[in-house]
């Protein structure tokens, strides 16, 4: 089976198209030239020049393939509105017609269990939860499903899958950040005495799972693909566990964070900077993100990495890379 990837050379695409080539499947990466792609040549991966907003380039990379995994999107707490939407949706149009015209046999769309928007008190999370989406990711990711969907209804042969909040090797943004490099590098704040919960995801299981999408997904299906929601003091406890470091933290109150995360991104509207803190963080970390993932691990046999296993890895790339500095008695701590 030859696989068209887009997104390869992210987050995902880092650990996914190495994955599918170890399993033998023949993977042709849609990369703009300007990326950094070579490690994906070194893979046996194919490269095909491009980008998914232009729909020539789309069609070109998809033509000779027998499924498509549309792994690209923009993903930040901060940005332009157009960006968001170029490549979350006009760039999903582009990719979702041409697999259309190719006349694929799987497409798996990558989104994100984010598209709920705010989750109510108490809810847990499925596939049936109501989207309201918020902010600008959130609703363009809902949109770039919505494409999918009515392209599902002209015949294309789709999955979604909605993800957790990544973590693991190759990552340094969003939850890799907040949990390991802010708290291993002194930065130990937290809201809500760390009581609340989040919805990791290990990348390598979500490889996994797309995997499984692509011989065993239902067609016009989605699914939550997340490990057990945990508090933010779960994880800071096993982080550190495993680092060799001190638990404690700082508790901070909501409303002085909310403040100067307002301002923060008020100057960054000025400066075209991303600020450190943005408004719309507040959605992931002052809410409760309990997510169920039962359809996935029934219809897909997802069976999550346990997270001390996965942090333990992912700390490990942390060291091998140099970015983190390991503990001094590795061994002994990780036993």
């Given at each position: 089976?030859?696989?068209?990837?887009?997104?390869?050379?992210?987050?995902?695409?880092?650990?996914?198209?190495?994955?599918?080539?170890?399993?033998?499947?023949?993977?042709?990466?849609?990369?703009r030239p300007i990326s950094d792609w070579k490690f994906l040549a070194a893979h046996g991966v194919?490269?095909?020049?491009?980008?998914?907003?232009?729909?020539?380039?789309?069609?070109?990379?998809?033509?000779?393939?027998?499924?498509?995994?549309?792994?690209?999107?923009?993903?930040?707490?901060?940005?332009?509105?157009?960006?968001?939407?170029?490549?979350?949706?006009?760039?999903?149009?582009?990719?979702?017609?041409?697999?259309?015209?190719?006349?694929?046999?799987?497409?798996?769309?990558?989104?994100?269990?984010?598209?709920?928007?705010?989750?109510?008190?108490?809810?847990?999370?499925?596939?049936?939860?109501?989207?309201?989406?918020?902010?600008?990711?959130?609703?363009?990711?809902?949109?770039?499903?919505?494409?999918?969907?009515?392209?599902?209804?002209?015949?294309?042969?789709?999955?979604?899958?909605?993800?957790?909040?990544?973590?693991?090797?190759?990552?340094?943004?969003?939850?890799?950040?907040?949990?390991?490099?802010?708290?291993?590098r002194g930065l130990r704040l937290q809201v809500h005495g760390g009581r609340r919960y989040t919805?990791?995801?290990?990348?390598?299981?979500?490889?996994?799972?797309?995997?499984?999408?692509?011989?065993?997904?239902?067609?016009?299906?989605v699914y939550n693909v997340a490990d057990r929601s945990r508090t933010h003091g779960e994880i800071?406890?096993?982080?550190?566990?495993?680092?060799?470091?001190?638990?404690?933290?700082?508790?901070?109150?909501?409303?002085?964070?909310?403040?100067?995360?307002?301002?923060?991104?008020?100057?960054?509207?000025?400066?075209?900077?991303?600020?450190?803190?943005?408004?719309?963080?507040?959605?992931?970390?002052?809410?409760?993100?309990?997510?169920?993932?039962?359809?996935?691990?029934?219809?897909?046999?997802?069976?999550?990495?346990?997270?001390?296993?996965?942090?333990?890895?992912?700390?490990?790339?942390?060291?091998?890379?140099?970015?983190?500095?390991?503990?001094?008695?590795?061994?002994?701590?990780?036993?």
């Amino acid at each position: 089976m030859r696989i068209l990837v887009t997104g390869a050379t992210g987050f995902l695409g880092r650990n996914l198209c190495p994955y599918l080539a170890e399993q033998g499947y023949r993977v042709r990466a849609l990369v703009r030239p300007i990326s950094d792609w070579k490690f994906l040549a070194a893979h046996g991966v194919e490269i095909a020049f491009g980008d998914i907003q232009d729909p020539v380039s789309v069609r070109a990379a998809v033509e000779g393939c027998d499924a498509v995994i549309h792994a690209a999107g923009y993903f930040r707490f901060w940005g332009p509105r157009a960006r968001y939407w170029g490549v979350n949706v006009e760039g999903t149009r582009n990719v979702a017609e041409a697999a259309l015209a190719a006349g694929v046999r799987r497409f798996v769309h990558i989104s994100t269990v984010a598209v709920v928007g705010r989750p109510r008190p108490g809810a847990v999370i499925d596939e049936t939860y109501p989207c309201r989406p918020v902010d600008d990711y959130q609703r363009t990711k809902w949109e770039g499903e919505r494409l999918v969907q009515e392209a599902v209804g002209r015949g294309l042969p789709a999955v979604i899958l909605r993800p957790g909040a990544f973590y693991g090797p190759w990552g340094r943004y969003a939850f890799n950040r907040l949990f390991f490099e802010d708290f291993l590098r002194g930065l130990r704040l937290q809201v809500h005495g760390g009581r609340r919960y989040t919805f990791p995801i290990f990348v390598p299981d979500l490889c996994r799972v797309i995997e499984a999408a692509l011989h065993r997904g239902r067609v016009g299906e989605v699914y939550n693909v997340a490990d057990r929601s945990r508090t933010h003091g779960e994880i800071y406890e096993i982080i550190a566990r495993l680092a060799g470091v001190p638990a404690w933290r700082i508790n901070v109150p909501a409303a002085p964070m909310r403040a100067l995360a307002w301002a923060w991104t008020k100057l960054a509207d000025l400066t075209g900077r991303e600020p450190y803190y943005p408004l719309t963080l507040a959605t992931y970390v002052f809410y409760d993100w309990v997510v169920s993932s039962e359809k996935a691990r029934r219809e897909l046999g997802f069976e999550p990495t346990p997270f001390e296993e996965g942090a333990r890895r992912t700390l490990e790339w942390y060291w091998a890379q140099g970015i983190l500095r390991p503990p001094r008695r590795t061994t002994s701590n990780l036993l």
